[in-house]
């Protein structure tokens, strides 16, 4: 595919709500998001036009919406996350979006260090994730809000 038919934009509430309805199956479930109502209920960052501009992208391919970035700092470190409409998924697209998400941090923190969290579990992605440059530099557990897991931490090396 050709670069530069993907573009990120500033995530849209309409945009929010959709990843809301967008359901994994098997153990990829723990991705699942609630509904929107309780999201603006627990005032997370998606739910506020503020927490959506200053952390979340939209990342179209061809015109149409197939995933969502986040990206944010924790002690002078850029963190990204990304999720992938479901149907998207294992379609080879994961190295394009992450590529793109990794421009759009490089824009707004030029010189930081990026890093992604991943779980164990989560193979497809951490191969996508080393595949263009991230190499695992930790293993721990983490308590989420969905429960604890275990955690590879990568670090872009490029």
Avoid: H
Wanted: contains cysteine.
């Amino acid at each position: 595919m050709n670069k530069n038919i993907i573009k990120c934009s500033i995530l849209s509430e309409e945009q929010a709500k959709e990843i809301c309805t967008w359901r994994y199956e098997g153990e990829y479930a723990v991705y699942n998001f609630p509904e929107w109502s309780e999201i603006v209920k627990n005032r997370w960052g998606l739910s506020t036009q503020d927490g959506r501009k200053s952390q979340y992208v939209a990342i179209d391919l061809n015109n149409e919406f197939v995933a969502y970035g986040r990206i944010f700092t924790v002690n002078d470190q850029v963190f990204l996350g990304v999720g992938v409409k479901p149907i998207k998924c294992g379609n080879g697209m994961g190295s394009i979006i992450m590529i793109k998400l990794i421009e759009e941090a490089q824009s707004r923190y030029r010189d930081e260090k990026i890093f992604v969290e991943v779980r164990d579990f989560n193979k497809r992605a951490k191969r996508c994730y080393e595949s263009i440059g991230f190499r695992v530099i930790d293993k721990y557990w983490k308590n989420t809000l969905f429960g604890g897991d275990n955690f590879y931490l990568l670090k872009y090396m490029k």
